[in-house]
Structures are given as structure tokens and as C-alpha cells.
T-cell receptor, first 113, second 117 residues
Framework: KQEVTQIPAALSVPEGENLVLNCSFTDSAIYNLQWFRQDPGKGLTSLLLIQSSQREQTSGRLNASLDKSSGRSTLYIAASQPGDSATYLC????????????FGSGTQLTVLP | GAVVSQHPSRVICKSGTSVKIECRSLDFQATTMFWYRQFPKQSLMLMATSNEGSKATYEQGVEKDKFLINHASLTLSTLTVTSAHPEDSSFYICSTPNFGQGDTEAFFGQGTRLTVV
């Protein structure tokens, strides 16, 4: 059974700092990996999706990498802003899973002005 | 882009009553809908998978008689929490895979915050 772990559970940084969020998964047979943002009491916003054949994806100040063989992904946020404060979730989609996702428990990020 | 509309966004109900949560796909046909539950400071956990016109598949530990799922049409899936109790208080969110457009991300509803008092 796939297990997804995210560290740290919470992170607080001053505005402008670059930061890295980590995600690991136990079964490397994945179809893709996604990073989401969740604001308090709200739904999910998809940030980046990395296919299993890809190594990284970039969108603006966000860069996500994937090392499938080691079961790891990182989300890099450059020049953090207070508006980046949210919980960041990674999720993997496995083969034969009918496209359901297995989520990590998230990293709660606070960017201090 | 495609949208999944989930209602209500918040609901407070008395213990013992039932609550229905709806997820509608607004501009595409959703043959499959996933229902997730998220307790405070925990991850989203898959509860069940509904497929249009057939019975839902429930994950281990999820009571199918308590969490009734109906997917009677290609644009509507509902989750009914029957005889709700305070321990059912949680954030419920639906999601449908983006089968129609290849390898892109799934679509999520806005979520429903259920509080049972």
C-alpha cells in the first residue's frame, strides 16, 4: 500500500526566503505526482503535476522535482511571500488505481511579513 | 477549464440527522467521482469511489450504510452522511479524474466543512 510522507509538518520563514518542501513515497510505481495548495477551510488548488517520466516542472516561482527511483519529490518556492502561506500537499497516482490519489499529510507554511 | 461544483461549503447539523453533499461537473461528464475526507491537521483519505450507474466502492473501514453515495447521472454525485455524529465532523471533498484531456490533473470540488453538534 502506497504511503506518502511530507516533512516538515510545519514551516515558518521570513518573507523573501527560498524554501524547499519534501515529499516521499514508498511505492515508486507511480503514474504521476502532484503538488497542491490548500488554504484554511478551502478546497485544493493544483500547483504542479509531474509525470513519472519527467524530472521536474516549473511554474513561476515554483519548481517541483521528482526522483521516482528514490521515491522523493521536492517543491521549491523562490522568494516566498506572505500570500504563499497555506498547507502544501503532495499526492501520487499509482498505476491501476483508477486515478485516485494518495495524499501526504501536508506541510503548513507560514511566510512572515 | 472544467469545474466541479460542490455544495454546501459549510453545514452544521444536529447529531442524528442526515446531511447530503452534492458534487456537480459543470461542463464535462464525470463517469467517476472520488470522495475524500480530511480530519484536522491530517491528510485527505479516500473514502469511496463512485461510478455512474453502478454501486460505489468503499475503502476499508468506511461504512457504506452510513456514507451513502449516489452517482445517478454523469454530472452529479452525492454523498449522504446518515445519522451524523460529532465524530463525523470533518472536511469532505470530491474529485473527478480528468480522463478526457489526457495526463492532466484531477478536478476537485471546493470542499464541505461538516460540523455535527
Amino acid at each position: 500500500k502506497q504511503e506518502v510522507t511530507q516533512i516538515p509538518a510545519a514551516l515558518s520563514v521570513p518573507e523573501g526566503e527560498n524554501l524547499v518542501l519534501n515529499c516521499s513515497f514508498t511505492d515508486s510505481a507511480i503514474y504521476n505526482l502532484q503538488w497542491f495548495r490548500q488554504d484554511p477551510g478551502k478546497g485544493l488548488t493544483s500547483l504542479l503535476l509531474i509525470q513519472s517520466s519527467q524530472r521536474e516542472q516549473t511554474s513561476g516561482r515554483l519548481n517541483a522535482s521528482l526522483d521516482k527511483s528514490s521515491g522523493r519529490s521536492t517543491l521549491y518556492i523562490a522568494a516566498s511571500q506572505p500570500g504563499d502561506s497555506a498547507t502544501y500537499l503532495c499526492a501520487v497516482e499509482g498505476y491501476g488505481s483508477a486515478r485516485q490519489l494518495t495524499f501526504g499529510s501536508g506541510t503548513q507554511l507560514t511566510v512572515l511579513p | 477549464g472544467a469545474v466541479v461544483s460542490q455544495h454546501p461549503s459549510r453545514v452544521i447539523c444536529k447529531s442524528g440527522t442526515s446531511v447530503k453533499i452534492e458534487c456537480r461537473s459543470l461542463d464535462f461528464q464525470a463517469t467517476t467521482m472520488f470522495w475524500y475526507r480530511q480530519f484536522p491537521k491530517q491528510s485527505l483519505m479516500l473514502m469511496a469511489t463512485s461510478n455512474e450507474g453502478s454501486k460505489a466502492t468503499y475503502e476499508q473501514g468506511v461504512e457504506k450504510d452510513k456514507f451513502l453515495i449516489n452517482h445517478a447521472s454523469l454530472t452529479l454525485s452525492t454523498l449522504t452522511v446518515t445519522s451524523a455524529h460529532p465524530e463525523d465532523s470533518s472536511f469532505y471533498i470530491c474529485s473527478t479524474p480528468n480522463f478526457g484531456q489526457g495526463d492532466t490533473e484531477a478536478f476537485f470540488g471546493q470542499g464541505t466543512r461538516l460540523t455535527v453538534v
